[in-house]
């Protein structure tokens, strides 16, 4: 040391080079750099980069950058074996989690996985191995769960949604074509009505009482931001009608009590207008809304509405759609796919009146021309599209082309 | 955005002043730095400096560094105004877990951060000086630009290109240092690899896929 301390000469390009060439490389960076490179990482990568050396290893498959993690991309690969000998291992801290489209996870590795006690979100959508035991797993050790998702899990059926109803804190619930009846999803909600903020019950074949849990929802959870009741089963006009404190045929309904529903929650509400001050989104699709309806219903709960889905409601009216415009200044995407009521001078209306919206969907809408569409395209350019997927008016014969 | 007002007033009497480089280059920097790094506005709060003759010494940072930091900040004064609010924040159909955009870097980014080499290190220094400063855009440009050289390399790709070292267990960086200077840690040494090897078998993403 002392003898090159003393040669100036191998002093002087040391400092130079100190100057021009950093000593800084990817391996000694420290840890809260590599770790905000990692998070832009998509999984694939972050454990490619990781095996390069063992520094890189410790630094970028800590657990920390484990706290959420989505298997989906890998679902064809993902096996027992790397849950257990890998994913188990670095997840200790996971709060946010998809195993969607994955294919038999065994119990064992997933109840290991989720033995953290600190899950947030569970994505399970097209999770076909799901059953009864998985979700008791769910149920005991997921406590703080708020997000569930269990789209298109096919296998669970009738009661094995039972134990769902030990989970409070549920923020959203997904059960999109899915077989919950309202035995096992009238409990979920009584327990998480105080914060539920996202329900989706689209195309749940399997769903009776429909009304009544539609009426619970909409009375009782006020945090409620988007509802999806896309192909809902079982949803009547008085079930619609109570939404908004009307009812038709109060006879039909003493005639078919509902079985063995408890009313604790529900009891005088039946005539009470509804009023969801935070309502975004809400997909009627294929629901059959009686006219007028939605006329009542925005004037209460429009106020927030960004997306409105009223797809193949054929009854909805010009009325409804003037309502639309006067009540929803915040609406970003109306659909109201085959009407054959609604005419060009409400949807002018609402094109005049929401300066929000972004898309909307005529088709199939044989009231409104295409040469008015194509006039609106350019009057209205903050609205961004205007679809019209088949115009009856025009060219009868091409009506195949639509699935050429 | 009423307390940053407040803030502002602090230091606005001199709109600009001195920091010196660990190479003792001396740079002005006016409010567009001064907004974007944190760093520098919490030490201006709390320094309260009257004298803005007297150069606020940066002692991590080349002189290089700082000037491409404030060059860039320059380009950059007006983006403040415009924060990214969690747009998605509503959007309950989006997985809350996707890994974060790295391919929204801006052409003048992009052309300003290619100046930065990793052969050189500088690309490594430029982070580290934007990390130091807390500029959080610059930060993220430079985090980014690494991302996406990583993304879809395998390994020896990613070795190759960042020249590190392959270290098989118990050599290369990871060895205990101690296990040098004393036999009694030399014992210690061996547990530690062992250890080691049996925690940090080099992982293989085919693990995911096989």
Excluded at chain 2, 151 to 163: E, I, L, Y
Aim: aromatic share 10%.
């Amino acid at each position: 040391m002392s003898q090159k301390l003393a040669n100036d000469d191998t002093i002087i390009p040391l400092t130079e080079t100190t100057e021009e060439y950093s000593s800084l490389t990817l391996n000694n960076l420290p840890f809260d750099i590599l770790f905000t490179i990692c998070t832009y990482l998509d999984l694939r990568s972050l454990v490619r980069l990781s095996s390069t050396c063992r520094y890189l290893y410790d630094k970028c498959l800590h657990p920390l950058q484990f706290q959420t993690l989505n298997l989906q991309p890998y679902w064809y690969g993902i096996t027992n074996y790397s849950i257990d000998n890998f994913f188990s291992l670095k997840c200790t801290q996971i709060k946010y989690l998809s195993l969607a489209w994955t294919k038999s996870i065994h119990l064992k590795s997933f109840t290991q996985l989720l033995n953290t006690q600190k899950l947030i979100q569970l994505n399970l959508a097209c999770c076909q191995y799901i059953n009864r035991a998985y979700i008791d797993v769910i149920s005991k050790q997921c406590q703080q769960l708020e997000i569930i998702n269990l789209e298109n899990c096919f296998s669970l059926i009738s009661d094995d949604f039972i134990a769902l109803k030990n989970l409070k804190n549920l923020k959203s619930i997904n059960f999109y074509r899915t077989k919950i009846d309202h035995r096992t999803l009238i409990p979920l909600i009584k327990n998480n009505y105080l914060h539920l903020e996202y329900v989706n019950l689209g195309a749940c074949q399997q769903l009776s009482e429909t009304d009544y849990i539609v009426k619970l929802l909409f009375s009782k959870c006020l945090q409620l931001k988007a509802l999806d009741l896309w192909r809902a089963h079982g949803l009547s006009q008085n079930g619609f009608l109570s939404i908004i404190g009307e009812r038709v045929n109060v006879d039909e309904e003493k005639q078919n009590p509902h079985d063995g529903i408890t009313d604790e929650l529900l009891n005088n509400l039946t005539t009470t207008v509804c009023c969801l001050e935070n309502l975004k989104e809400l997909d009627f699709g294929w629901c059959d809304l009686p006219p007028n309806f939605i006329q009542k219903f925005v004037k209460n709960c429009g106020k927030s509405l960004m997306k409105l889905f009223l797809t193949a409601c054929r009854r909805i009216t010009n009325d409804d759609m003037i309502a639309i415009g006067e009540y929803c200044p915040q609406l970003k995407q109306l659909d109201i796919l085959g009407s054959r009521i609604i005419n060009e001078e409400s949807i002018h209306l609402v094109l005049k009146k929401c300066t929000n919206l972004e898309f909307l969907d005529l088709s199939f809408c044989d009231k409104i021309e295409s040469k008015t569409i194509d006039m609106w395209n350019k009057m209205y350019k903050q609205c961004k599209s205007i679809k019209r997927s088949y115009s009856p008016r025009d060219q009868i014969d091409d009506i195949y082309t639509e699935f050429a | 955005m009423a307390t940053n007002v407040e803030e502002t007033y602090l230091y606005s009497s001199p709109t600009t002043f001195k920091v010196s480089s660990k190479d003792g280059e001396i740079f002005d920097i006016d409010d567009s730095f001064i907004n974007q790094s944190k760093t520098i506005k919490n030490m201006l709060n709390v320094l309260d400096i009257a004298d803005n003759h007297m150069p606020i010494p940066l002692q991590n940072i080349k002189g290089t560094m700082l000037n491409a930091a404030i060059v860039f900040c320059k380009y950059h004064k007006n983006d403040l105004l415009s924060i990214p609010d969690d747009e998605d924040e509503d959007d309950f159909e989006r997985d809350a877990y996707e890994p974060r955009r790295s391919d929204d870097i801006s052409e003048w980014d992009k052309e300003f951060i290619k100046q930065f080499t990793v052969e050189e290190g500088t690309l490594f220094d430029i982070i580290m000086a934007a990390n130091y400063l807390d500029i959080k855009a610059l930060l993220a440009v430079g985090c980014k630009t690494i991302a996406n050289m990583v993304r879809g390399k395998n390994s020896d790709q990613v070795r190759q290109m960042f020249n590190i070292s392959y270290d098989p267990p118990g050599e290369g960086l990871n060895t205990p240092r101690n296990s040098v200077t004393s036999k009694e840690s030399g014992d210690n040494q061996l547990l530690t690899t062992q250890e080691k090897e049996s925690r940090c078998k080099t992982p293989s993403p085919e693990l995911m896929y096989d």
